[in-house]
């Protein structure tokens, strides 16, 4: 795909979701997302392909090229500490919540406070960790879903705050193929942190 083609892209994808970003209501950007899988086509090159990952015990992925270890799954409600701290042993993925800014940063620290998986250093990956997830020959969602589980195309939150203008952070959607030097933070749209979006744990190098 051409440079100008990823370029639109990313616009259309901050064009729907700008929107609802600052309607100030703090609710889902979207309220019916649904796990998808990554389709593959022999026309594109997989640039996150199953070879760069590891298991890492039944819950976790680690990364080789980076040296993160992921979540497999999206970040379930913390309110529920029992369940939290033995979800990492169950098979199947908990029901993924969506979080404001301010209430998944607090909740990678809860995560923490059980020692979940039997760690406590996991956190809110930053913008380039997280859009070192993205898997440019992806249809459906820019995302490896061997490793990963529930996938979602939609925005996800990081941890890296806009410090020109308060009140907005960082997010990677994975429903949009960009290039890391698309926009400002490597193909990241700035959300309005009151809004409600997914939330994957990393823990590793680098921060």
Sequence with gaps: ?????KKALVLMGLVAFLGGCFGGSGGSVSATDQPSQ??????VERSKPDS???????????????????????????RDQTLLSSAPELEECQRAVRYSWPD???????????????YNDWRVPNAKELHSLVDEGCGGVAMNTT???????????????DVARPGVAWAVDLNVHSSA?????????????????YVRLVRGPGR
């Design 52 to 78: 760069l990952y590891q298991l890492a015990g039944t819950s976790f992925t680690f990364d080789t090229r980076t040296g993160l270890t992921w979540d497999k799954c999206l970040l379930m409600d913390v």
């Design 1 to 5: 795909m051409k440079r100008v083609q």
């Design 104 to 118: 998944a940063l607090a909740a990678a620290n809860t995560a923490n406070m059980v020692n979940y998986g039997g």
């Design 181 to 197: 030097d698309d926009l400002e933070v490597n193909g990241s749209p700035w959300v309005g942190t009151d809004n409600r979006l």
């Design 38 to 43: 990554c389709l593959s086509s022999e026309l």
């Design 147 to 161: 490793y990963f589980r529930q996938v979602m195309p939609a925005l996800h939150w990081t941890s890296s705050p």
